[in-house]
């Protein structure tokens, strides 16, 4: 029987030849066709794919939109605004570019916001507004990537079409055109390697969980999580393919990983002709090895990866990946020898495409810079906004780049982020002379929260001068709820100047909350790498959220607010947990035991309400991400696997020696409903009540195995609500009185 991969290559193939697919823009060659080239009998693309993305994103309106095709002209991408009322005329040089200029005018004109989550297009008016006048907005950079490696993991690797189909269109409506695209690797890696020796069974036991998967593709780890079923794989496969299927669609490119010499265990017992060299150890796992790009087999197996991924999921112009991610070993092969390789093997198969790397750490290193034609490098800097003094063009040789930002690490719920020094350092690097800025690469690890900052920093591609930080914010308090209010400005401008305002130098992300971390009376984050303390004026939160209560009533029922205020108040409420735990630390060492029991049941109705808080919103609860990954099983053995491997990417990550000497446990940290109940205040009450034992007993608390009981939790099968509960503003109203008033100076 034919595999469905099969059926897969043959249907899209098929669909190839009955439908017109909008080239993307190639990496790093001039911006195809000039507006004055283009035939005025024909248009430059079908804006078909552009106009059922705003019936999705706008089914009550989108007959009132005119969306035109443009050529793009030597200068780059641009679309224009004009229109009577009733008739909003849109022009664009792609249909992801057509969508950006509908984003531009639902901002600008219609006052509205289609944010990442959350939107405010319940009060759009039933005809829409006028523009005033024509306006055109031009691209500052040709690249606006999206995506980082880890997001398949953090944000939901068990989601279905529609999940990815939503994401594709708010990717586009804000201006992205590169997306980095790693759904269905694994069926590349798994359709190679038995062409290399490997049975079917041992690749699937090699390959991780569809959750853990990312970073088996940058290298670092292999199997946990797994075995992944060939069900799995083939469902992996057609879903990635319909998910670059669509990128393409929309003018878009689908950024593909690339083969850089990652093999399963065994590989010269099998290939005498492929001698790898050992990876090591990555934070407590075994990393898998790798060929050595200089021999005579690397060529061979690079030839099949790109020749099957072809036949899944068609052809790029940029392919994603990392020599020696974090601390990977080249062992007696010099890094240019491989770089060239490597660069040759991609070339070969798909001649002028670009490999992209992402700036992290020491990563890419000169010498790989240098030993390749730098016009086909493109580097998305995931460090851009965190450290200050930084020199890119100096640093990487004069490689091109984009301005990044990783503006949460593991999906965390904190918001935040370094947004002044987005606005004042991308346009400085931009426009210094001699840039080799050539994009904007929004790279969170986790996506689907914090839709300020996302809208922000996506909005710094189609500005020509600098973005006024203050005016943004304004405007943005205004579009959110879809209206004008005073307390909304306030509110907006409090969020602004505190967690919004956090500056480089250390972090590009805001501190987790202690409510989340593995319990101790001097635990100062929840994940191993997340700031220790407060990285702004925590008082602008719990003020912005009495503000947000005082929004007038008819903005209150939009999306985008109910979001919003279960989102300050879970801030709010988690910032309370650095003043509280020094409290608590302080009655415990004084051996106050009525004082230690009070403020232990302060945080143990904290706990309780914070999880009846996230219980209001779906983006704030764990069943429908556990349901997703249930979806992907059809036995109870691999419904349990599946739904082992997503709890554990957000507790222990992985086994016990990566999870606790390699200090991954609690990576991922969510304040979500139900984790919140029967994960993080379980575990803290178990840890309470052991040094409430110990005051009164005077003996030191029991030990306790974290791990044993985290991985416990792991292994359970409890299903969890999918569905809504109470009242948002209520419950933020509850918060907001809970908090003492003023703070006491974070610890």
């Known amino acids: 029987m034919r595999s469905l991969r099969s059926w897969i290559v043959v249907c899209s193939s098929a669909l190839a030849v009955l439908v017109t697919v909008p080239s993307p823009v190639t990496a790093m060659s001039p911006p195809a066709g000039d507006a004055a080239a283009v035939s005025r009998d024909r248009p430059a693309f079908d804006s078909g794919p552009a106009e059922a993305a705003l019936r999705r994103l706008l089914p009550h309106h989108a007959g009132q939109f005119d969306l035109v095709p443009a050529g793009r002209p030597a200068s780059g991408d641009y679309f224009t605004v004009s229109g009577t009322t009733g008739r909003v005329r849109i022009r664009g040089t792609s249909p992801a570019v057509l969508l950006s200029g509908v984003d531009h005018y639902l901002k600008y004109t219609a006052r509205v916001d289609i944010g990442w989550p959350g939107d405010s297009t319940s009060k759009l008016p039933k005809k829409l507004p006028a523009p005033l006048g024509t306006e055109r907005r031009d691209a500052s950079v040709p690249h606006r990537f999206a995506l980082n490696d880890t997001d398949d993991g953090y944000s939901g690797a068990y989601r279905d079409w529609a999940s990815y189909e939503k994401q594709i269109d708010v990717l586009a409506l804000h201006g992205v055109n590169e997306v980095f695209v790693q759904m269905g690797a694994d069926a590349v890696y798994y359709d190679t390697f038995q062409e290399f020796g490997y049975t079917k069974r041992e690749l699937t036991s090699w390959i991780p969980g569809p959750a853990h998967q990312p970073w088996w593709l940058m290298q670092n780890m292999s199997g946990f999580g797994g075995p992944v079923s060939e069900k799995t794989l083939d469902r992996r496969a057609a879903l990635g393919r319909k998910i670059a299927d669509r990128l393409r669609r929309l003018g878009m490119t689908p950024v593909l990983p690339g083969y850089y010499g990652t093999v399963p265990p065994g590989f010269t017992d099998r290939n005498p002709a492929g001698p790898v060299v050992p990876q090591g150890d990555w934070v407590g796992f075994e990393r898998p090895d790798w060929l050595d790009p200089r021999s005579e087999l690397f060529p061979k197996v690079a030839e099949v990866f790109y020749r099957r991924q072809h036949e899944l999921f068609g052809d790029s112009a940029m392919y994603k990946m990392d020599l020696l991610h974090e601390g990977g070993t080249p062992g007696n092969v010099p890094v240019e020898d491989a770089a060239k390789a490597v660069m040759d093997a991609l070339q070969r198969a798909h001649p002028g495409s670009t490999w992209v790397l992402l700036g992290w750490q020491s990563n890419p290193s000169t010498q790989l810079i240098d030993a390749v034609d730098k016009s086909r490098l493109f580097i998305v800097d995931g460090l851009a906004d965190r450290y200050t003094g930084l020199d890119r063009e100096a640093a990487w040789h004069g490689a091109p780049y984009a301005f990044g930002t990783i503006p949460n690490f593991g999906g965390h719920t904190t918001i935040g982020a370094n947004t002044a020094v987005w606005t004042a350092r991308f346009d400085e690097w931009r426009t210094k002379p001699d840039s080799a800025l050539r994009g904007i690469a929004y790279l969170p690890e986790g996506t689907g929260g914090n839709p300020a900052a996302y809208e922000l920093f996506t909005e710094l591609a189609w500005h020509t001068e600098r973005l006024d930080h203050s005016a943004w914010f304004a405007a943005y308090a205004e579009r959110r709820y879809g209206g004008a209010d005073p307390h909304a400005a306030r509110a907006w401008e409090l969020l602004r100047t505190g967690p919004y305002s956090t500056s480089s130098g250390t972090w590009s992300e805001s501190q987790d909350s202690l409510f989340t971390a593995r319990p101790g009376l001097t635990v100062d984050t929840s994940a191993s790498w997340s700031p220790p303390a407060m990285r702004y004026d925590a008082s602008t939160v719990r003020k912005a959220l009495a503000e947000l209560l005082q929004v007038a009533p008819a903005l209150r029922t939009s999306d985008a607010y109910r979001f919003d205020v279960v989102d300050v108040a879970r801030q709010a409420l988690a910032n309370r947990s650095r003043t509280l735990l020094p409290q608590i630390r302080a009655a415990y060492e004084g051996k106050a035991l009525a004082l230690f029991r009070q403020r232990a049941a302060e945080w143990k109705r ?137 703070e006491a100076r974070p610890a």
Do not use: C
């Open 606 to 742: 904290d706990l309780a309400l914070l999880d009846r808080l996230l219980a209001t919103d779906r983006r704030f609860m764990l069943g429908p991400w556990l349901k997703d990954s249930r979806s992907w099983g059809s036995t109870d053995a691999e419904r349990s696997a599946a739904e082992f491997d997503a709890r554990s990417i957000l507790t222990t990550w992985g086994h016990r020696s990566g999870s606790e000497s390699g200090g991954l446990r609690d990576y991922a940290n969510r304040e979500w409903s139900g984790l919140i109940r029967d994960f993080y205040a379980d575990r803290w009450t178990l840890y309470l009540d052991s040094l409430d034992t110990a005051l009164v007993t005077g003996q030191p608390p029991a030990a306790i195995d974290w791990f044993e009981r985290d991985n416990a939790w792991n292994l359970e099968r409890k299903s969890y609500p999918v569905e809504p509960t109470g009242d948002p503003v209520a419950l933020a109203e509850t918060v907001r009185a809970s908090l003492p008033v003023p």
